[in-house]
């Protein structure tokens, strides 16, 4: 039986993805599972993976039971709906920064009456049958997800407004970029850029949303996303899986008493 991300996050008490920024064939879908990841967030915003590589993904995660999430280029970008037709269960939008900028982007991704997403042709997620558009409807909004990634200082002065939109089910920090913005570069562990982690995530607590972050490293995780009650933690990518292991294989192994 599958069990979609929204039911995860609502049963569990924190949810872990993993992120595929580069490897695009189905091969990350059973490393995701494998591993034990709630979800795979394929990053078309970075890198090489393409639209044709995203719903070739979703449709692998879909018949594997994982839930899985696009991440696209920003709040404009052409695909915010298109990839949520191909098969994703929700998408991520970087670089949000107002209350207008949420209300455009659940107003392309959601159905009627919240939105006024197009009505698409057969659906990955409805195994390509084609029920009445009422129920169709119904169905895909259960389990659809909007994504709102905040990676800026104007985006942290309007969370509050950003959360207060219907639709918008998660608030996630876009860590570094986060910091960059604010003038601190490399540098999540500032003071600053954790008082803004904190006022994003009291924004989503105040209006009932996830909160949720990614790119943040894991000795941060206590102050920057356990403490500030986060249910959604994109713990890595698929490089930084590869080469942290290697890494830590080829040390291990070369020390002297190996």
């Known amino acids: 039986m599958r069990t979609t991300l929204r039911q995860r996050l609502r049963l569990q008490p924190l949810c872990l993805g993993l992120a595929a920024c580069v490897m695009r064939?189905?091969?990350?879908v059973t490393v995701t599972r494998s591993c034990g990841f709630d979800c795979l967030l394929i990053d078309t915003e970075h890198?090489?993976?393409?639209?044709?590589?995203?719903?070739?993904?979703c449709v692998t995660a879909w018949e594997a039971g994982l839930p899985s999430l696009?991440?696209?280029?920003?709040?404009?970008?052409?695909?915010?709906?298109?990839?949520?037709?191909?098969?994703?269960e929700g998408?991520?939008?970087?670089?949000?920064?107002?209350?207008?900028?949420?209300?455009?982007?659940?107003?392309?991704?959601?159905?009627?009456p919240v939105g006024r997403r197009?009505?698409?042709?057969?659906?990955?997620?409805?195994?390509?049958?084609?029920?009445?558009?009422?129920e169709m409807m119904r169905r895909i909004e259960e389990e659809t997800l909007v994504v709102l990634m905040i990676?800026?200082?104007?985006?942290?002065?309007?969370?509050?407004?950003?959360?207060?939109?219907?639709?918008?089910?998660?608030?996630?920090?876009?860590?570094?970029?986060?910091a960059a913005d604010m003038g601190h570069v490399g540098a999540v562990d500032h003071?600053?850029?954790?008082?803004?982690?904190?006022?994003?995530?009291?924004?989503?607590?105040?209006?009932?949303?996830?909160?949720?972050?990614?790119?943040?490293?894991?000795?941060l995780l206590p102050s920057h996303a356990h403490g500030l009650g986060t249910k959604l933690?994109?713990?890595?990518?698929?490089?930084?899986?590869?080469i942290d292991g290697g890494l830590a294989t080829v040390a291990r192994l070369s020390a002297p008493d190996a």
């Open 233 to 242: 933690i994109i713990a890595t990518n698929d490089i930084n899986l590869l």
């Open 118 to 134: 197009s009505l698409p042709s057969p659906l990955v997620r409805l195994g390509f049958r084609v029920p009445p558009a009422a």
């Open 47 to 57: 890198g090489p993976i393409g639209i044709g590589d995203a719903a070739s993904l």
């Open 191 to 219: 003071p600053e850029v954790l008082a803004a982690f904190a006022a994003i995530a009291r924004a989503a607590h105040a209006h009932g949303k996830v909160f949720s972050v990614i790119g943040v490293a894991e000795a």
């Open 91 to 112: 998408v991520v939008v970087p670089h949000v920064e107002t209350a207008e900028e949420a209300r455009l982007i659940v107003e392309k991704c959601r159905f009627q």
């Open 70 to 88: 696009v991440r696209v280029g920003g709040p404009t970008h052409p695909d915010l709906a298109r990839v949520l037709d191909c098969g994703a």
């Open 151 to 178: 990676e800026s200082a104007r985006g942290v002065a309007n969370a509050e407004a950003i959360a207060a939109v219907p639709g918008v089910d998660v608030l996630m920090v876009g860590a570094n970029d986060l």
């Open 25 to 28: 064939s189905p091969e990350i």
